[in-house]
């Protein structure tokens, strides 16, 4: 048998085994322990079958030319495009801070208002990718977090965000959450799990849908690296490989092999596009996806009949120790509930009884003094509506989030070729590092108690 169809077959019953064992009557615990376990296997059998070199005992390249001859085309046909595509980029990566790259100071100010617009505009409806993240520990809390800062954070991101673009956004947002988890721990540790976890693993068919996690996924891994590859090939240095980055089946990244001795003797404004490309693609779906997300809740959703609600307890709520999460809900104090015209129709009334009726059983609880019980309520539909639904809220997400995750100063990120390129000072970039290292491990400390 060829080596490439058996290393195929491998991943692919590697994949069914650890759906399986995911859906197994085991703990917590040990489900993760044999996932690990499956997918360490995976990666080495792999591995071995097709020669090639296992990264930290768990990883492996997938490469290939397939898409070198799109990727140059393109690279010739819109290259005026794709530059353009870069300096915005590099604007919304690093606002006013890009000023000194970036000739056409249009581009500086176009720039500058797409950073406001989606600040404003789009941002607020990013909680509706929630909805396909199947991590109680997030969904749950996402909205209980006790300590909320001042009326001004709002403002002081968006100054900060013209400052230093969006690179400066995450780092601010990491740091403010530090402070916040830390705040509350000292201050108010009664309600220490009400705080959710700021870092979480995003993997089709276990916390994303399968179908449609894995098309929004497949989408921006390929924008990303094309757009390096596009740009690399019109600053002459051509790409020979694309490829993607896996541990067992799960896709951890995707790459585009370049000259890396041609890159270090680039120019600046070079080496910068070409890192930024991958991030400002990134961009313009997250704002195309968020458009998109508007109208589809503002005008489809609302409706559109779902196959069932979930509905999930805050912690320290009222409902919190008698709902059971992951309920169907049926109906709300005597109103069926079908679509979310009726679930937005549901009055709040402070200190009243409030009748659940679920698939698990009915509940009846009181309402705190502002008529609320303290549950999240999630919609699930059926079908194509679902995965078309999935598919766009989670690139109007993911495409959002991997590029703010690829702006950090961290080796191995693009943002770390900018920093790298922009910043000679070895001690400011080892404090960018371990300041950013350093807060994703805070970030993290919530999974703690989260189970």
Known sequence: MDKDKLA????????????VILYANFIASIKLILIIVSIITTSYL???????????????LVGTKKGINLISRLATNYKRLFELIANLGLVMGFGLISSKLVKEKKFLFLGILVILASEIFILPFIGVGLNFIYLPQITTKVSASTYQGIDLLPIISILISIIGGFSAYILFLLLYSDF????VLLFEPRYITNEPPGIAPLIPGITLPLSSGIAAIALLLLAHEFSHGILAKIKKNNPSKIGIILAGWIPLGAFVKIDDKKLKKMKVKDKVDIAIAGVATNFILFIVFGLIT?????????????????IYA???????????????????????????????????????????VTNNGTYRIESNSSGKIGVIIIPRYSGLFNFIYGFIALSFMLNFFVA?????????????????????NKKIKEFLIWITFLSFLIQALPWLWSF
Request: hydrophobic share 45%; aromatic share 14%; no cysteine.
């Open 46 to 60: 792999v591995t071995k079958i097709k020669r090639i070199k296992l990264y930290y005992g768990i990883a492996y």
């Open 404 to 424: 703010l995750v690829n702006l950090l100063p961290l080796p191995g990120l693009d943002g770390w070729y900018i920093y790298d390129s922009l910043t000679k």
């Open 180 to 183: 916040n988890l830390f705040f």
């Open 314 to 356: 805050l912690k320290n709520s009222p409902a919190s120790a008698v709902i059971q999460n992951g309920s169907k809900l049926i109906s709300w104090n005597g109103v069926n509930i079908s679509n979310l015209e009726e679930l937005y129709s549901i009055k709040e009334i402070p200190n009243s009884i409030v009748t659940l």
């Open 294 to 310: 508007y109208l589809f809740v503002t005008m489809i959703l609302p409706t559109t009949p779902f196959e069932y609600a979930s």
């Open 8 to 19: 195929s077959i491998i991943v692919l019953l590697s994949f069914i085994i650890d759906i």
